[in-house]
C-alpha cells in the first residue's frame, strides 16, 4: 500500500474542500486492499448545513455506497487529520483494518478546531456533562433490545 500516495490524495482533498468554501480543511480517502480507491471526501459541513459532514464520514458514505455495505472491513482510511471523537466513533462502526493520518488533533486545535472538549466529555458521568443529559423509560427503550435479541430476521453488524 502507497501510504504517502493515499494521505497526499486526503490533503489534496483537504485543499480543494476548503478553497471552494465547502467546509473546513479536511479530507479522507479509502483504499480497499487491491488498491483502489473506493470513496473519498472532504469536509462539507459549512455547505451543507451538516455538522456530520465531516471529510471521514463523507469518504465513508462514498465507499459505501460504491460497493453496497456498510462495512469496510479489508480497507485503508486516510486522512489529513487525526480523526475527531464523532469520524473516529463512524469509522469504527465501519471497520476497517487501518487508519492513517497527516496532522494531529492538537495541530487541529491549534488552527482553531479544538474538539478536545469532547475528548474530556466522553468519560464523565452523565450528570457531570455539560449539555444537560437525562435517561428516561429506560424499561420501554430495553424492549426494542429484546425484541431484537430475538428477531430471526436481523442482519449483524
Not at 493520518?101 to 474538539?115: K, L, N, Q, T, V
Request: aromatic share 8%; hydrophobic share 35%; proline share 5%.
Amino acid at each position: 500500500m502507497d501510504d504517502a500516495k493515499f494521505i497526499r490524495l486526503a490533503i489534496e482533498l483537504a485543499k480543494k474542500g476548503m478553497t471552494a468554501n465547502e467546509g473546513g480543511p479536511f479530507g479522507a480517502v479509502i483504499v480497499n486492499r487491491e488498491g483502489e480507491i473506493i470513496g473519498k471526501g472532504n469536509n462539507m459541513v459549512t455547505s451543507t448545513n451538516d455538522p456530520t459532514a465531516h471529510a471521514e464520514v463523507v469518504a465513508i458514505r462514498d465507499a459505501c455506497d460504491n460497493i453496497s455495505d456498510f462495512q469496510l472491513e479489508g480497507c485503508t482510511i486516510y486522512s489529513s487529520c487525526e480523526p475527531c471523537p464523532m469520524c473516529l466513533g463512524a469509522i469504527y462502526w465501519s471497520r476497517p483494518d487501518r487508519i492513517v493520518f497527516a496532522s494531529s488533533r492538537e495541530d487541529a486545535a491549534e488552527a482553531g478546531f479544538d474538539d478536545d472538549f469532547i475528548y474530556t466529555e466522553i468519560p464523565l458521568p452523565i450528570e457531570d456533562r455539560q449539555i444537560p443529559t437525562t435517561q428516561y423509560l429506560q424499561e420501554e427503550g430495553q424492549q426494542v433490545f429484546d425484541d431484537w435479541k430475538v428477531l430471526e430476521s436481523k442482519i449483524d453488524y
